[in-house]
């Protein structure tokens, strides 16, 4: 009998918890005053019921957790429990507490709730169709809640999904990755004639809760073929579905037969045919159909329908799926359904006319095929909507027909369908479908298994059980079975194994008669001692059965097992069993009442369990069965297990299982007497008195127990050996075995199985006991099977076992050894792993080593890897092959899969290093650091060694587990930026920056959520990121720090005070375009908290008493903060780092309260563009924006879309770009008042847009536009040359580079029409579109003939440098030329020929050169000389305009400076900042001088000079550089008069833009040269700034935020892998060769800013604190580029013998250290402080601190000498994993001598094997000679050995001679004997035996069977031998 365990009574958690949930409750909302009186009375009575509402009908179900739990704790459950409306999702474990998850309250009874898995595809387009149920994509699981007519879908992360389905639901059931329905079938319904029609379907399938349900067709192949249809059969109904196999079982209530089917994806051809079937029998009326023939599924929806208002119709197709039935109906079986994409117009009174109700009982269910839209209530177009036929739903299941059951004599009807049905296995891990029919009390179990190709099942025959209920045990493989006697039995599979018994049964509230308990009611629980007066012998004996009481508290023998149904019938107070999960199930009782049991273990100890497995494999399946049926039975009888080892049992029961007389085997008989001689087991006697006695001490002192106890414990302590206190009892008779035992015959396969299950407990040196426990088993039977060679092995492994070797004979005798069978391996050879890797790395050539699939795992990975590193040769897979041989399992049994060696090999990187080949198969294998602990450190050695070897230089191309594996996570952590989206969390750089600052001097000033990190490393040594913040500060008040004088009365001071002021918002207004390029991507929102916005803060504060100063008394423009508003809003949004979780919702969840669109908004709308983010924002919400008019908000949103589209030409996008730019509409069309800076804005949108298309139409209406003319009428008078300009800049962008290219453009003349534009001359006719629109002439504006060249010229000579962008093109750099006569530079603006001087430096790209000869030669001669050559008071040459020459010189030098700028941007070019530097160093020493200033004049001076800072800051980008800082502060302090006159607002903007880019994006960004970007910065960085803040006369200030665009993240930003640190590391950085250069590469120290990426070729992190990281073009180049968008963050690791830069900046500190210790007669005495110092690995440090510190006993600092010793080297050498290695080393030796253990000893021998083998990685040449151990720490090791060895060989030379001589040495001093045996290798004595020749062996023979030992110990053995002899 088998008890359970641990019952204990069961609730399921809903029950309770749904008393305290409200349920229902609705929230009425009154909207208007109820005039009428009494109504509300009258309606609450009508919820009023007398009779007593019943209780809603509740249901259960469980499943096991996976995600909340380790996989291996089996305590942790899901219950899904339904009642009524609502749904209780909880969990917890077995005893435990239940935790609700969720709980739903639904509007309509719940019919079922289930767990769903659904896969929600990557792609947009799934493959069509897709082959299988499984597609990649996102997997998404949860609650599925069915209802009536709808399914709520409940997923784990919070998503919700409703759907209404156009059928009423019976059923749903789950299949893989999806659901499938069952709909209601009217009794009418189920009467009528077979048709296949997808409108008669009863089952539906729905993949994803988005996608529509859609008809399940069956495939079956008849007798006549294949034949596919819809499944419409009413008869047939879903009784059960698996998800692995895809199954369904199907009852046919007709035939009365059960059917299985495979639940695929429906092919394509299937579909075919099913759907193709349809169209012969669609147009002829089913005879005999009345014509109002209505459906059950309309009634349904339509009953109530003209009281509901349209917008919630039931004929909505809802969420765009499947739409309800249509409403009409004709002859044919079809009724046509509406469309899907339209909204049904039909009124109620329409459907009424209908919907006659109709006497008729034949009805059908609705249809589901897609119709057009039935637009009248005229039925003739019904018919005609015919004859458009649209295809039905597409079928995406399949049901393909597997097998039925036989049909039985007598059709049970709808009575005979199963009531439960499950899949289980048995204890040999054969599947079986089981389903119970209750009304025959039979459980029919059918067997089924996988083809050998695996595409296909196969199903036996069916097996009946008589049973009343039964339930799976799904992780014992078992099953529990309630007999029709309500008598629970366990079986596995359909082999009965004993009965169950169930303690404690809760009594509950029944009556006792009904509950009749088995148990007396006082009997001992399970774990209670029993105890019995006969020994265990008398058990056998026959005749003891018929004694069996209903409980025997004994525990029972075997044999006796199998009499296990004698019991008493009818004892059936059991109702039925549910809720299985893991071992844990739950019995109703016939009161209600339930209680939850838990099936005992099979095995706690892992050796068992190893041992069970590999039985099952090596045993015929019904032998296994019963084998294991009778282990689980004998460890789990009542009080199996109390008083005697799991191991004692197991030994007894398998060998009485063999036959064996366990009462004469002395293995068993030992333990026999340890259980019978416990005092614990006398047998009881009535207590004499609670007192004890002396003589209790006594009895206890000389009872056997007690010498038992002290010979174990003697013999481990080693004191003299133990005397065997159980002398043998002469029997009366001879014991032999019993052949006719269910394992005789199987002995030797018994034997292999546990041989191999012990090789594998070795290799793990945590299971050491358990290796021990099965030795002695093994020893017994190796001895029976005559198997000496294996004897031996056995004892030379645990000596202890030659003491053990009894005097009795074998139970087996020679006869018995002939009728065993004896499996397909060679017995003469011992296998043995150790034997196996020495002869391996000694090159002799080894027999394939026999493994069992699923328990030699790790045998087979030890030698598998010591296959690839012998057989180098060889590819992994072959050398795998040839060492290994699978041990086929016994029987024919299909093709077990071995997966791990017949998966392919995952990383089949070829590679060449036999180390890499070890690395990739050990993670091939799945072994992690933690494995190679657990191995003998012998074999783990050369693994080590192959990762120590590879941590130097792995390769770049390998996957992520290898990386793991071999210590550089660094490298591992770089590989999984790909895979996981890492969105930073939005606390990220949450902390408060500036701990030290006192009060509120950083609060929300839009600047605090820098990455302080990454600038406290980048500039560590000053506070230059302080004063950038400081001078970018626009949200607090300014300091007016006047004196008032003593004639300046009160008012005038505050008038003074106030213009002050003024001048200083002049420069505050500047400032937050700066900010935006400070802060760019450095804060992470919250998407449920809106985005600070900082407030531009316009007031003053005058000390001392910090008075208010407000612009209230003086004259300030109107209007003056509306851009600086704008600016402010973009600054605050471009802080928006990239940040997954925007979408429209939270983009309007930003809007300023009160619906007003505030200038800041605008600008956060455009920020949001910028940033990609406004592609999110709903089309809707972007016409509900431009709607309303607000210029601002246009602007902001015309350009932030357009941005976000950039150079997708995407079509919406332009569509609203146009309506706003007039030249891209018809000239019919409407006139829109489109404001000018809106047009502005949209037609350099346009260009955006296209950028770099060279799309004709577009570039020619902006060709056009760039000279458009005035008008008509009044429009286009103001602001002329801002459109001019953007059309002119739209237009380079699209044409970026491609003058050169002939592409559908060249009749347009582009360039000559650009050159006209440029230098002027007569307007040139009108043509197209434009002469419509241009005939009313302008009103304001009188042009003449001639071209207006102050509007044309600056769009044009721009258009005409990037249209011929690096074209190098002779002829347009002659146009731009700058003129080099008086005459000609009088033709020209001189601001212009800055423009000219950019557009040929564009054109020239690849000449331009960063040196101020450059520049120089972009000046004329003329310049050169008159420039600034006026003297004062001398006689003047009246001919030469010096202030022209002086003002051109001025703009052409700025221009140059430009080019420089942008050619460089963002690369710290130092020729380019030197050149840039002496520029603006020139432009200030002529701004120094009055009579230059005056020839120039103060504002082109102040223009060209701000030019210039802001191409040197470009130059700078992101760099912080301190010179051009100290630049821009200077310049930004010159406020007031005198500088107001030509310091302007746009002054202060270019030089806030300067520090912004220094510092762009927190030090994270840089500015990009790619052609796209540098027409972007042209855009932004035009050299021509507003004079006041209202200005946009030139140039549209909104596209200053344009740079965007041209930044790319570049930061390198290293942290420690282990501490998550942040840390300085050198960085080697190796540019491609050019035509100018080659080998160039430079060091520097990250973090830092990369060069651009297209420029170099290499990156590498230099040693040697940190681990190397290379980054090669070719190789792992993509991994950077990922890197660098994702953070910048670099993972590198720390060596172990180094410090951090950070803590030892210089490397003096470790150097001192090691030079403190470099002599080696240090190394005893190494202090804890001096291993601090240059190591900070923690586990060492600690060790340092615990280990070397103590108190100075000789002992003790001999080992603390060693300890440091050991410590020190590791740690330089940089090998802190093989500390523990040397400890254990250390250890083998120095245990005391009676327990030098063979492992260690071994273990040794195989280092030395290893080292001194061919295949040591030293020699190996490989990159690094090092090895983990040292030679002389090894060799210490051997002679310390050695020496021991001898001394005991001298003392003991007889024993050694007797064991060579008998292999018998009983008695003798064992001590070392196995070391010495197995050190020097010696041959076993069956070996010398056959080389003995009479008398004894001669001393050659000897020397050469032991070659290990020395002559002259060969000579002292060969001397005693013939002493002896």
Known sequence: MISACETQEFVPFGRTYIEKHPGIFELQVQNHVCTEQGVPLVKSFRDISITDSKKPKEQWSFKRQHKLCPSDSETCDEELYVSGNTVIWSHGGHGGVQHILKSFTMDTPVLQALWFDFILPNTETIPDPPHSLDIEG???????????????????????????????????????????????????????????????????????????????????????????????????????????????????????????????????????????????????????????????????????????????????????????????????????????????????????????????????????????????????????????????????????????????????????????????????????????????????????????????????????????????????????????????????????????????????????????????????????????????????????????????????????????????????????????????????????????????????????????????????????????????????????????????????????????????????????????????????????????????????????????????????????????????????????????????????????????????????????????????????????????????????????????????????????????????????????????????????????????????????????????????????????????????????????????????????????????????????????????????????????????????????????????????????????????????????????????????????????????????????????????????????????????????????????????????????????????????????????????????????????????????????????????????????????????????????????????????????????????????????????????????????????????????????????????????????????????????????????????????????????????????????CTDRESYSLAAGLALGLIMFGKGNEVIGTSDLGMADTLCHFMTGGHKRPLIGNNKERYKAPSYQIKEGDNINVDVTSPGATLALGMLYFRTNNSAVIDWLRVPDTQFMLDQVRPDFLMLRTISRGLVMWDYVVPSFDWIKSMIPPILQEKAFERKQGEGEDVMIDYETMSQSYCNVVAGGCMVIGLKFAGTANQMAFGTLMKSIKLALTIMSSQSHVEQTGRGVLENCMVTILLSLAMVMAGSGNLEVLRLCRMLRSRIGPPHNIFVTYGSHMAISMAVGLLFLGGGRYSLSTTPEAIGIMLCAFFPKFPFHSNDNRYHLQAFRHLYVLATEARVVLPRDVDSGEPCYVPLEIKFKDTEDYSGECFRTSAPTLLPQLDKIKEVKILGPRYWPITFQIDKNWSTLQLLLKKNGVLFVKQRAGYLSYVLDPKGYRSMLAKSLTSDHSSHTSVQPDVIKAFTSDPVISSMADYFLKGKENCQRSRTLQKLSSILYSSVTREKPEVISTHMRLDQVLNQSSFSLSHLGIRQLKNIFAYYYSSFSFRKSGSISTAQLLQMEFLLALKSHLEEKLDKWQAANMEVIVKYLQTNTVKGCNMSLLSAYVTWYDISTPDEISKIVVEGGPTLPVLCATLPHLPVNTVMQILTAWQAAV
């Open 138 to 1276: 996102e997997l998404q699981s949860g609650i599925c809640v069915v209802e009536m007519g709808c399914v709520s879908c409940f997923c784990e992360t919070g998503e919700e999904y409703s759907m209404a389905l156009p059928f009423q639901i019976a059923n749903a059931w789950k299949m893989k990755n999806g659901l499938l329905f069952e709909r209601t079938v009217s009794v009418a319904e189920s009467s009528n004639s077979k048709r296949n029609f997808p409108n008669q379907t009863t089952v539906f399938s729905m993949l994803h809760c988005l996608d529509e349900v859609s008809p399940v067709i069956m495939r079956t192949n008849t007798s006549s073929g294949l034949k596919v249809s819809y499944m419409t059969d009413t008869s047939q109904h879903i009784v059960f579905t698996s998800v692995e196999p895809s199954l369904a079982l199907m009852y046919d209530t007709q035939l009365g037969v059960h059917s299985a089917w495979k639940i695929q994806r429906a092919k394509f051809e299937d579909c075919n045919l099913v759907c193709g079937s349809l169209d012969n029998s669609l147009y002829h009326p089913v005879p005999g159909t009345p014509l109002n023939n209505q459906s059950s599924c309309s009634s349904r929806y339509f009953g109530n329908i003209s009281s509901q208002s349209p917008s919630v119709s039931p004929m909505r197709s809802f969420s765009g799926r499947i739409s309800s039935p249509g409403c009409l109906h004709l002859p044919q079986p079809i009724s046509p359904m509406i469309s899907r994409s339209q909204s049904p117009a039909i009124t109620s009174g329409s459907l009424h006319r209908f919907h006659t109700p109709s006497p008729s009982i034949g009805r059908h269910s609705g249809n589901y095929f897609r119709t057009p839209p039935v637009c009248s209530n005229n039925v003739s177009l019904i018919n005609e909507s015919f004859t458009e036929w649209v295809e039905p739903l597409r079928p995406e299941v399949c049901l393909e027909h597997i097998w039925t059951e036989p049909a039985p004599a007598i059709r049970d009807g709808s009575l005979g369908k199963s009531s439960k049905v499950f899949q289980m296995k048995d204890l040999c891990g054969q599947q079986y479908l089981c389903y119970l029919v209750s009304y025959r009390q039979q459980l029919r179990c059918v067997k089924f298994e996988e083809s050998n190709d695996l595409s296909q099942l196969i199903f036996g025959s069916v097996s009946i059980i008589p049973a009343k209920d039964a339930l799976p045990i799904e992780s014992l493989n078992l099953l529990v079975i309630l007999d029709p006697n309500g008598v629970l039995f366990i079986y596995s599979g359909v082999t009965k194994i004993n009965r169950l018994h169930v303690s404690t049964l809760p009594l509950g509230s029944g009556s006792i008669n009904m509950l009749k308990p088995v148990t007396p009611i006082n009997s001992p629980q399970r774990g209670g001692i029993f105890t019995s007066s006969r020994p265990p012998s008398a058990m056998d004996q026959a005749g003891f059965d018929e004694e069996i009481t209903r409980l025997s508290p004994v525990q029972t023998d075997l044999e006796d097992s199998s009499h296990f149904d004698e019991f008493p019938t009818h004892s059936s107070y059991i109702q039925g069993l549910r809720d299985n999960v893991g071992a844990r199930f739950t019995i109703e009782l016939i009161n209600g009442s339930m209680c939850r049991a838990v099936m005992p273990k099979s095995s706690a100890s892992p050796g068992i369990e190893k041992s069970l497995l590999s039985l099952r494999h090596m045993l015929p399946r019904d032998v296994a069965i019963t084998i294991l049926g009778k282990w689980y039975t004998a460890r789990n009888t009542p009080g199996g297990l109390v008083n005697q080892s799991e191991w004692a049992l197991f030994t007894k029961t398998l060998f009485g299982l063999m036959g064996y007389d366990t009462s004469r085997l002395a293995l068993t008989r030992q333990e026999d007497a340890d259980i019978s001689a416990s005092p614990l087991m006398l047998a009881k006697k009535p207590r004499q008195s609670d007192q004890g006695s002396e003589d209790d001490w006594d009895t206890m002192i000389s009872s056997d127990h007690h010498k038992l106890v002290k010979s174990v414990f003697e013999n481990s302590l080693g004191f003299q050996s133990p005397i065997d206190l159980l002398q043998t009892s002469k029997h009366s008779f001879p014991s032999s075995i019993n052949t006719s035992a269910v394992l005789f015959v199987q002995i030797p396969a018994v034997f292999i199985a546990l041989h191999l299950t012990f090789e594998e407990l070795q290799l793990n040196t945590t299971l050491v006991e358990e290796v021990e426990n099965l030795v002695p088993i093994l020893y017994q039977l190796s001895s029976d099977l005559r198997r000496s060679n294996y004897a031996d092995y056995y004892c030379r492994k645990f000596p202890s076992l030659f003491d053990s070797c009894s005097d009795e004979e074998s139970q087996i005798t020679e006869d018995h050894l002939s009728r065993l069978q004896y499996p397909n391996v060679d017995f003469d050879f011992v296998f043995s792993v150790d034997q196996w890797v020495s002869l391996a790395l000694r090159q002799v050539d080894c027999r394939p080593f026999p493994y069992i699939p699923g328990v030699s795992n790790l045998t087979k990975s030890i030698i598998s890897l010591y296959a690839v590193l012998v057989k180098q040769n060889m590819t992994t897979e072959q050398a795998v092959d040839r060492c290994l041989r699978r041990l086929a399992p016994s029987g024919h049994r299909g093709p077990i899969s071995d997966l791990s060696l017949s998966r392919s090999f995952s990383v089949t990187v070829p590679t060449n290093s036999v180390q890499e080949r070890t690395v990739l198969y050990m993670t091939d294998l799945g072994m992690t650091l933690d494995d190679l602990e657990y191995l003998p450190i012998g074999l783990s050695l050369p693994l080590r060694e192959a990762i120590f070897h590879c941590r130097y230089n792995p390769p770049s191309d390998w996957p992520e587990e290898p990386y793991i594996l071999i210590g550089r996570q660094d490298l591992s952590q770089l590989l999984s930026l790909g895979k996981k989206k890492k969105v930073c969390s939005p606390g990220m750089y949450s902390y408060k920056p500036y701990p030290d600052v006192e009060g509120t001097q950083y609060e929300e000033d839009g600047m605090e959520h820098l990455d302080q990190e990454l600038l406290r490393l980048r500039f560590s040594e000053d506070l230059r990121v302080s004063e950038a913040r400081r001078l970018l500060q626009s949200s607090r008040p300014a300091r007016i720090s006047l004196t008032q004088r003593p004639e300046v009365s009160d008012h005038d001071f505050i008038e003074e005070q106030e213009r002050h002021l003024y001048n200083i918002c002049i420069r505050t207004m500047a400032l937050p375009i700066g900010r935006g390029m400070f802060t760019l991507c450095t804060y992470h929102p919250l998407p449920t908290e809106p985005l600070p916005i900082p407030k531009l803060c316009l007031q003053g504060r005058a000390p001392p008493r910090n008075a208010t100063v407000d612009l209230t008394h003086i004259d300030t423009p109107a209007n003056m903060s509306t851009w600086p508003q704008f600016h402010n809003g973009v600054a605050a949004g471009l802080r928006m780092a990239d940040f997954s979780q925007v979408d429209s919702t939270w983009i309007l969840y930003n809007k300023p309260k009160g619906n007003e669109l505030t200038n800041e908004y605008a600008g956060f709308l455009m920020a949001l563009g910028l940033n990609e983010h406004l592609i999110h924002l709903h089309s809707l919400n972007v016409h509900d924006y431009l709607s309303k008019g607000s210029e601002m908000t246009t602007v902001g949103l015309l350009l932030g879309l357009a941005a976000a589209k950039r150079g997708t030409m995407e079509f919406a996008t332009t569509r609203i770009l146009s309506i706003h730019v007039a030249a891209f509409l018809p000239p019919t069309s409407t006139e829109l008042n489109v404001p000018h800076n809106v047009q502005v804005a949209a037609i350099l949108g346009v260009g955006l847009v296209y950028q770099g298309t060279a799309h004709r139409h577009t570039s020619e209406v902006l060709l056009s536009e760039i000279g458009r003319p005035p008008g008509p009428e009044l429009d286009n």
